[in-house]
C-alpha cells in the first residue's frame, strides 16, 4: 500500500517568515495529494489539494508543490500568523478509489 | 451549509463492550469513510462506503464493522472492545467514491473513544 512520510515533525517560525513541509510518497500511481489542517479538539480540515496533472497550486497565503519523478510534494505558508500554529497532514490518494494514506503530521508552532 | 456532523462527541467504554458512531455527511454527498487517529498520528482509513455499499476496507479486524443508510448516513461498529481502539473516530464525506475524479473529503470533528 501507499506509505507517505513528512519531515521535519516540529517547525516552529516566527511570525511573518515561512514555513515549508514536504512529504514523499511511496506509489507513483498516486492522483491525489491534498493538505489538512487539525486543530485541538477539531477534525483535520482541507486546505489545499493538487492532483498530479499540476505542478503547483496556490490559495492566498499557501501553495503546494508536486514533483511526480522524484515522488514529493511540500507545502509553503508565507506570511505565517499566529492562527497557522496547528498540525499539519499531507496524503495521498491512489488511483482506483478514494482511500486516503496520511502521514504522521507536522506540529507548526508560530512565534508571536 | 452543516459540514459532517458525528455523534457522539466523547465516549468512554470498558474492554469488551460494543460500540456505535454515527457520522451523518453533508448534504448531497454519498460517500462516507471512516478513519481511526490514534493519539499522535495520521489518520488511518478503515472503511469507505458509497450508496449503501462498501468500496473498500482498511487493514482493521472484523470486530470493525460499518454501514450505510438510504440517507448517507453512516455508522462504525466496534465489537469487543481492546484497549488499543482508544482513538479518534473520524469521518468523511465526498460526492463519489473518487477514482480518477476530483473529489475531495471533508472531515468531521471526530468522536473521541476511550476504553477502561
Known amino acids: 500500500g501507499e506509505n507517505v512520510e513528512q519531515h521535519p515533525s516540529t517547525l516552529s517560525v516566527q511570525e511573518g517568515d515561512s514555513a515549508v513541509i514536504k512529504c514523499t510518497y511511496s506509489d507513483s500511481a498516486s492522483n491525489y495529494f491534498p493538505w489538512y489542517k487539525q486543530e485541538l479538539g477539531k477534525g483535520p480540515q482541507l486546505i489545499i489539494d493538487i492532483r498530479s496533472n499540476v505542478g503547483e497550486k496556490k490559495d492566498q497565503r499557501i501553495a503546494v508543490t508536486l514533483n511526480k519523478t522524484a515522488k514529493h510534494f511540500s507545502l509553503h505558508i508565507t506570511e505565517t500568523q499566529p492562527e497557522d500554529s496547528a498540525v499539519y497532514f499531507c496524503a495521498a490518494r491512489t488511483g482506483g478509489n478514494n482511500r486516503l494514506a496520511f502521514g504522521k503530521g507536522n506540529q507548526v508552532v508560530v512565534i508571536p | 451549509d452543516a459540514g459532517v456532523t458525528q455523534s457522539p462527541t466523547h465516549l468512554i467504554k470498558t474492554r469488551g463492550q460494543h460500540v456505535t458512531l454515527r457520522c451523518s455527511p453533508i448534504s448531497g454527498h454519498k460517500s462516507v469513510s471512516w478513519y481511526q487517529q490514534v493519539l499522535g498520528q495520521g489518520p488511518q482509513f478503515i472503511f469507505q462506503?458509497?450508496?449503501?455499499?462498501?468500496?473498500g476496507r482498511g487493514n482493521f479486524p472484523d470486530r470493525f464493522s460499518a454501514r450505510q443508510f438510504p440517507n448517507y448516513s453512516s455508522e462504525l461498529n466496534v465489537n469487543a472492545l481492546l484497549l488499543g481502539d482508544s482513538a479518534l473516530y473520524l469521518c468523511?464525506?465526498?460526492?463519489?467514491?473518487?477514482?480518477?475524479?476530483?473529489?475531495?473529503?471533508?472531515f468531521g470533528d471526530g468522536t473521541r473513544l476511550s476504553i477502561l
Open positions: 462506503y458509497y450508496e449503501k455499499e462498501e468500496r
Open positions: 468523511a464525506s465526498s460526492s463519489y467514491p473518487g477514482t480518477s475524479s476530483y473529489q475531495p473529503q471533508h
